[in-house]
């Protein structure tokens, strides 16, 4: 089944510049070839949008529809309570498609904590499973690295844990093409003895699964997310959010300090010249808007989370990355590995 | 009071590669004026390391000195054990110069947990203080940011990390000159509703503090250490090595892009050559070794703890550190800025 095939909800009212960028990303995503796009939100705003844009809906037949939702859920509401009361909002009713099987995965820019309020009201967690967690991925030195949870957990527990590790092993092997995923347990140090004691027994936890279908390495540190030695890395979703933004501080004053050093004289200006296409291409592989959203993985639908600075072009590689875990049959994959590694945590969820 | 009138005591033993890199970052120290040193360690091999580098101790006078240990602490030994048992040890014997006021700091490229342990055991912690912490500066866009803890606190109450904020500010106040330090608490969004109940905790702590000698900022993200506009980021050292490591990983991986980007092709490698004081300069200015070594806050004395694989460069740099922290008056500085900010802490400290 190619992706053209593959049905994409798009809450098109979620970024903070939306509808703009949701539908210039919905247009180049369908010129592409894609993915169909149903646009969700206020349709009155959704048709002027597109007439800005040059662009009559009738003209594209089956691969864009518009799906009319009257409320919106902003960043300054409450997750939970947003996701559970506005339920004509456009996030949720772009959820509602995706539950009804009339979307195969849905793609927003707007709140995070109440998009995962959504995957847990609308669509569900997986059986067995304590949280969903959100997977974002960075460049390595060889390769890319899988990062989870990046999202709302900020007090887990051990099984939480050793089963993102279970569901981003699940998301690399499907979606990169890694047959057995190496995955480290983010900790302040590669010995047993460092980290928490909830970090402890997690890596008890995960060195019980001698059959598990990846690599387990045991403690890493921040560095080996980008050696490209470890394939996914397994941490909480407050110190995942601490890695993401230290990443792109770092990338950023080094971007600061590049432009400092190459315009200081005129030769130098001369070389970056010659270098002006090295350092586009570099900054496209440092791009987010390139490498997609990030999944919501654990919940019983395809959910892609979006930066809510997003442009169109990042709101394309979203719904290219919607496509592809509904093409890859991603929710079947995490059903079916969380249960083959249900007696990693059976004792523990027992007790617990 | 110059910095060469200061004596700095340095275990010679510590590092990965000892003693070569701290005989050599030794000799540099006092060749450039910084400090008078006394170098701690077996010394045999001191005096046939010095021999190797074609140099006699004697010809130096008062500005070098030996001091006998016969002992090493190891990276592989218990911290604790370690300090506590090796009473002849090279880093225990370099703290105990300090204790004695025969030296006004000491430096040690050795393992960083004996350091936190000789600290404690032998300079004592400061009074009304619940742990020291370790502090690393980054480069920022406008200048430097100091991080602590970047040390073995892996479990902190708030008061623990209130303690930081003070130490950290005071820090950057005496070393750096910023009169009133702008201060964050790393968490992983900027609203008060984020971060863990002991980051909320410790944020009400501190906003507690109207008349403190820093200017109190509430939570900020990892990107802010490099941001420019806050100069002291508060964690707890499962965090702040987490950023440590993610920031060292985020520098190697674009340093290598930059190598493939620049190298692609012929045009490419020109502009690289005319560019490549630029590249030189940037690399001197993410260099670790360029920045010395992190100071160890809220013991009664000025301590440097050094990376393991120092070399040098790095060592000299640590003295260099060590003996501005002595001329500064730190220990003073910080014990006056605890007293002065009792109030904070009064109440939690009482209930604890």
Same mark, same amino acid.
């Given at each position: 089944m190619s992706s053209a095939s593959q049905?994409? &909800?798009?809450?098109?009212?979620? #970024? $903070? $510049?939306?509808? &703009?960028?949701?539908?210039? #990303? *919905?247009?180049?995503? /369908? !010129?592409?070839?894609?993915?169909?796009? /149903?646009?969700? #939100?206020?349709?009155? @705003?959704?048709? *002027?949008?597109?007439?800005?844009?040059? @662009? !009559?809906? %009738? &003209?594209? #037949?089956?691969?864009?529809?518009?799906?009319?939702?009257?409320?919106? /859920?902003?960043?300054?509401?409450?997750?939970?309570?947003?996701?559970? *009361? @506005? @339920?004509? %909002? %456009?996030?949720?009713? &772009?959820?509602?498609l995706v539950k009804k099987g009339d979307a195969g995965a849905v793609v927003s820019a707007g709140n995070s904590g109440a998009m995962m309020a959504c995957g847990l009201f609308v669509l569900r967690r997986m059986h067995g499973l304590d949280r969903p967690g959100v997977c974002t991925t960075f460049p390595s030195k060889t390769g890319v690295c899988a990062l989870i949870d990046m999202g709302a957990n900020v007090d887990v527990k051990a099984v939480t844990l050793a089963q993102f590790a279970v569901l981003g092993a699940t998301y690399v092997q499907k979606l990169h093409g890694v047959p057995r995923p190496r995955v480290g347990l983010l900790s302040n140090g590669s010995e047993d003895t460092k980290g928490t004691e909830l970090l402890r027994d997690t890596l008890a936890m995960l060195r019980r699964t001698a059959d598990a279908d990846f690599d387990f390495r045991g403690f890493v540190e921040g560095r080996d997310i980008f050696g490209g030695d470890i394939d996914v890395v397994v941490t909480d979703g407050f110190t995942g959010n601490v890695v993401l933004k230290t990443a792109e501080g770092v990338a950023s004053v080094i971007g600061k300090m590049i432009k400092e050093e190459v315009f200081a004289g005129p030769l130098r200006k001369l070389g970056a010249l010659f270098l002006r296409g090295a350092f586009k291409s570099l900054a496209r592989r440092l791009d987010y808007a390139e490498h997609g959203g990030a999944p919501l993985l654990g919940v019983e639908g395809n959910v892609v989370l979006c930066h809510g600075g997003s442009n169109g072009k990042a709101i394309k590689n979203g719904i290219k990355m919607a496509a592809r875990l509904s093409s890859a049959g991603l929710v079947d994959a995490v059903k079916s590995a969380l249960a083959g590694s249900h007696a990693m945590w059976a004792d523990a969820a027992a007790t617990a």
């Open positions: 049905v994409v &909800a798009l809450d098109a009212m979620g #970024g $903070d $510049d939306a509808p &703009a960028p949701e539908l210039e #990303g *919905a247009l180049q995503a /369908i !010129d592409e070839g894609l993915a169909r796009v /149903i646009l969700v #939100g206020d349709e009155e @705003k959704m048709r *002027a949008g597109l007439r800005a844009l040059g @662009k !009559d809906p %009738s &003209a594209y #037949g089956d691969r864009l529809r518009l799906h009319h939702a009257a409320e919106v /859920i902003t960043m300054d509401d409450h997750p939970a309570q947003a996701a559970r *009361a @506005k @339920k004509d %909002s %456009s996030m949720r009713v &772009a959820f509602e």
